[in-house]
């Protein structure tokens, strides 16, 4: 788990799982990249959003738990806890 801290707005843990090597990713804020085998990632709610010019923007469009609904998911892949 990252040792981010859980704050009265961020209450829900994101877990993830890696398509390539299995790993459980967890964090209050989606994860970036695989901690095992740095496999980069894509937002969850990607599609809905606009699609980034920069990397500033790309960062962006990744979110806190408590931002993503269940409908956000990729069941199987994604829960939020």
Known sequence: MSLERRTSKTSRLIIKKCHVCGTLNEGYKETKKCGA???????SNYFGKVHALNSKEFDELFSHSDELHEEDLIKGINVLW
Request: some cysteine; hydrophobic content about 30%.
């Open 37 to 43: 085998c740095n496999k980069s990632f894509l937002p």
